[in-house]
């Protein structure tokens, strides 16, 4: 394999990654159906996509998001599911539909609004989900184009998050006249979302078999092994914010520790110091960036050592908080700040209106805190 492909493999991860894990909290869909239509032209280096929803009482398909089009196309152009498209195929057929160059093949029409737009080439994939195909996400380009296995895996995987997003924002509207309705598809989303952080995984382990660069294989199996983590604490999530506008920080991060505690190298010890109550708004955003840091020490805090210690705390002071994590391990990696999961914590912290401050000093500290100004802040 590669440089090229293996610069486009990681490109693809990293899309995927951060798409799946933004779809787990996602409430509104427009956001979302625009976001994957972003990570479908970044990952795949395009000119244009869009994400086409079938409409049932018109049957045909209404372009809802896209990037790379002129004013008025996105929310107005609508097209028929006509199978001598790759549109209607791919919606029709269930099967994706590539062509390098509709200027040098006679088996597709030529669509219009690529003529007028000047692409060329286009990979269409179906929006599955449960219940069936819900739309289409295409992706198209200026020049000619040949799409790969792993860009068509890639384009499958976005495609899929979306349609079961589709289908659950579905069901959740029709759910609103009742509280038993809601909570019957409040368990069924969380179904959902671990079907699809399984079917990420699944597919993130598929293709670190398949490759033969064995840095894109430790990077493909380090990402099977957070969305893995990522899993179990969506779990303890869900048991934690069921009706629950507040959540006790000593039984949440206490039950966390236990989840995590089996990801300790041996001589290694997690414990919590943890009081007061978290917002239930604030429990993802906390919960997942103590599982990033906590995980991260783990891996790399206690390399050529056979002991020490990680500790999650939790202080609440009037509107005040403050969360941290720290360990006595060997200190931070000097790539910590290009790597994804410093990404992650930052729009996490950012997410939370709080400060993140990191200091090495006989470990790795971090501490964050909400509800202050940095003036105010403890040494």
């Not at 976001?35 to 045909?60: F, N």
């Not at 759910?175 to 952080?197: C, F, S, V, W, Y």
């Not at 971090?366 to 040494?379: A, C």
Request: net charge negative; glycine share 8%.
């Amino acid at each position: 394999m590669g440089m090229d492909t293996a610069d486009t493999l990681r490109r693809q991860l990293t899309a995927f990654a951060q798409f799946a894990t933004r779809a787990m909290g996602a409430t509104a869909l427009d956001p979302l159906m625009q976001e994957a239509c972003i990570r479908a032209r970044g990952g795949l280096a395009m000119s244009h996509a869009k994400l086409l929803e079938y409409l049932p009482h018109s049957d045909r398909l209404l372009l809802r998001a896209g990037v790379g089009w002129k004013p008025g196309v996105v929310g107005q152009y609508e097209v028929s599911t006509d199978l001598r498209t790759p549109l209607g195929y791919a919606f029709s057929l269930f099967d994706p539909v590539a062509v390098e160059d509709y200027r040098q093949q006679s088996k597709w029409q030529f669509p219009a609004l690529l003529r007028e737009h000047g692409c060329v080439a286009s990979l269409n994939v179906p929006l599955r989900s449960d219940a069936g195909v819900v739309g289409v996400l295409e992706v198209d380009h200026i020049e000619p184009k040949t799409f790969s296995a792993d860009d068509v895996s890639f384009l499958t995987g976005l495609a899929s998050v979306v349609g079961q997003s589709i289908q659950l924002r579905r069901a959740l509207a029709e759910a609103e006249r009742g509280l038993e309705e809601k909570n019957l598809l409040l368990r069924e989303m969380n179904h959902r979302i671990k079907n699809n952080l399984s079917l990420v995984s699944s597919m993130l382990s598929l293709e670190a078999r398949h490759s033969p660069n064995d840095e894109v294989q430790k990077a493909l199996r380090v990402s099977v092994s957070r969305i893995n983590n990522i899993a179990l604490v969506h779990d303890r999530l869900q048991l934690a914010t069921v009706a629950a506008d507040e959540v006790s920080a000593a039984e949440h991060f206490g039950s966390l520790r236990t989840l995590l505690g089996s990801l300790m190298p041996p001589g290694v010890v997690l414990s919590t110091d943890c009081t007061g109550t978290i917002q239930g708004d604030q429990l993802e955003a906390m919960t997942l960036i103590v599982n990033e840091l906590v995980t991260n020490a783990a891996k790399y805090g206690f390399v050529g050592r056979n002991e020490g210690n990680v500790a999650i705390g939790y202080r609440v002071e009037g509107v005040a908080w403050h969360l941290w994590v720290h360990d006595d391990g060997v200190g931070k990696r000097e790539d910590a700040k290009e790597s994804f999961g410093h990404h992650l914590i930052t729009v996490l912290v950012q997410r939370l209106n709080a400060e993140l401050a990191v200091r090495v000093d006989g470990g790795t500290k971090f501490d964050m805190y909400g509800g202050i100004s940095s003036n105010q802040r403890p040494d």
